[in-house]
C-alpha cells in the first residue's frame, strides 16, 4: 500500500481546519493557519537525501547512486498480501533515513549515495558499516538487517526478510486472512494491482470486485476497491467497502486510517477522531500521521486538552520530522490556552524543523509578538 499517500491529505485538512477558528482575545496575535507544505521528503522516493562524508565532498563529481535490494516474505514463503514500508537508515538523523515500499512480489529497492574513485573502497565500507534495512510494521516483529560488510559500489542484496506476525498483536498493517484467499482471489489481486500500475482502472475494479466475490473475507482486496472507488470519485462506495474490510479483519488499520481521512477532508470531525482514536488504540506507535489527524479533529471541536495530548504524542512517535505541523498545531493549542511560553518554544520548534514553510514568516510575526 502507498502509506505515504495520507501524509498529504491530512496536511491539507489542517490548513481548512483552522482557516475556521476564530482568534483568541488574549495573545496579541491570532495563531496562524498551519499551512505547512507536505513533509519533508525527497522528490525521488527511492533517492534518499543523505549528507556527504568529508571525502566525497572534496570531489563532488565522484558521488553516485547504488541500489540495496532484498525481498519480504511471510512466514509461508509467499510475499505479503499488502506493499509494506521499508526504510535504509544510514545515521541518525531524518537525513540519513530514506524510504520505499515493497512491491507486488515482495521485492525492494531502496538507494543509497555512495562513491567511486581513489577512495571508493574505503568510503563503500564506512557506509555499509553505518546503514541498516529496517523494517517496523504494526502486527510484526520489527526487522534490522545490517549492512556491514557488504561492499556498496555496486549494489548489494540483503537477500529475503521473513515478515513475522506477532501473536498477541492488537492491530496490523498487513491483513492476515490474505493467508487464506484461494489462490483466484489471490491472484485477481495481484492481476487487479498490476492494472492499477498501467492505469487500467476498469479492468482493475473488475478484478477486486471478483477477488471480494471469490473470497468474502479478503480484507485487503476490500481495501484496495475502497481507495480505487474514492479515486473515482465514489466516496460512499469507498467508505462501504472500508467498513468492510475493516469488518472482516479487525487489527487491520488501514481501512480505519482511510475512513478517518475520508472524515477529516469532509470536516466530520466527531467521526474523523473516532476513527484516528480507534486506530490509535490499537497501534499507539510509528504512527505519527495519525496522532495528527486525531490532534486536528479534537482542535475543531474545541477539545483542546485531547488536542494537545494527541499533538504531543505524535511529535514523540515522529522520529524522522515528517510531521513539524505537529508543532504548528501545539503551538496554536498553546496559544489558545493562554501558554504564551508554550506556544512560542512549539513555533521556535517548528521554526527550526521547516524554515522554508509558506507560514514560516507568519509564525515569525508571532514570536516577535509574544515577546513583547
Known amino acids: 500500500m502507498k502509506c505515504l499517500r495520507w501524509m498529504t491529505i491530512a496536511v491539507l485538512v489542517s490548513s481548512c481546519a483552522f482557516a475556521q477558528q476564530k482568534p483568541p482575545t488574549t495573545p496579541p496575535t491570532p495563531p496562524a493557519k498551519p499551512d505547512v507544505p507536505v513533509p519533508k521528503r525527497p522528490s525521488n522516493p527511492n533517492k534518499p537525501n543523505s549528507p556527504t562524508s568529508p571525502d566525497q565532498q572534496m570531489d563532488p563529481g565522484l558521488a553516485q547512486d547504488v541500489l540495496v535490494t532484498g525481498r519480504l516474505v511471510m512466514p509461508d514463503g509467499m510475499p505479503p498480501a499488502d506493499m509494506v514500508p521499508v526504510s535504509l537508515n544510514c545515521g541518525l538523523s531524518a537525513a540519513d533515513i530514506t524510504g520505499s515500499t515493497s512491491d ?19 568510503l563503500a565500507m564506512q557506509n555499509a558499516m553505518r546503514c541498516s534495512v529496517l523494517v517496523a510494521i504494526p502486527g510484526f516483529e520489527p526487522i534490522k538487517k545490517e549492512l556491514m560488510g557488504m561492499d556498496l559500489r555496486g549494489g548489494g542484496d540483503v537477500g529475503m526478510l521473513v515478515l ?113 482514536e480507534s486506530v490509535l488504540r490499537m497501534a499507539p506507535n510509528g504512527l505519527p500521521g495519525v496522532y495528527l489527524v486525531h490532534a486536528i479533529a479534537c482542535f475543531n471541536q474545541k477539545k483542546m486538552d485531547a488536542a494537545e495530548k494527541s499533538a504531543r504524542g505524535g511529535l514523540d512517535q515522529d522520529k524522522s520530522n515528517q510531521f513539524p505541523k505537529l508543532l504548528n498545531l501545539l503551538g496554536d493549542v498553546l496559544l489558545l490556552k493562554g501558554d504564551k511560553e508554550g506556544a512560542a518554544d512549539a513555533f521556535r520548534q517548528y521554526l527550526e524543523r521547516a524554515p522554508q514553510s509558506p507560514n514560516a514568516e507568519k509564525i515569525r510575526q508571532q514570536l516577535a509578538a509574544l515577546s513583547k
Open 104 to 122: 507486488l512480489r515482495g521485492e525492494f529497492r531502496l538507494r543509497l549515495r555512495a562513491s567511486s574513485g581513489p577512495n571508493s573502497d574505503r
Open 164 to 276: 513475522r506476525p506477532l501473536l498477541k498483536a492488537e492491530a496490523t498493517i498487513v491483513s492476515l486472512n490474505g493467508l487464506k484467499a484461494p489462490e483466484p482471489a489471490r491472484q485477481e489481486l495481484i492481476k487487479a494491482r498490476e492494472d492499477l500500475a498501467k492505469e487500467k482502472l476498469k479492468s482493475a475494479r473488475s478484478r477486486l470486485e471478483k477477488a471480494v466475490k471469490i473470497y468474502p473475507e479478503y480484507a485487503t482486496a476490500w481495501f484496495e476497491l475502497g481507495r480505487l472507488q474514492a479515486r473515482q470519485g465514489e466516496t460512499e462506495r469507498a467508505a462501504t467497502s472500508y467498513r468492510q474490510s475493516a469488518k472482516t479483519d479487525p487489527k487491520y488499520i488501514n481501512p480505519l486510517v482511510e475512513l478517518a481521512l475520508m472524515a477529516a477532508v469532509a470536516q466530520q470531525w466527531p467521526e474523523a477522531e473516532q476513527h484516528s
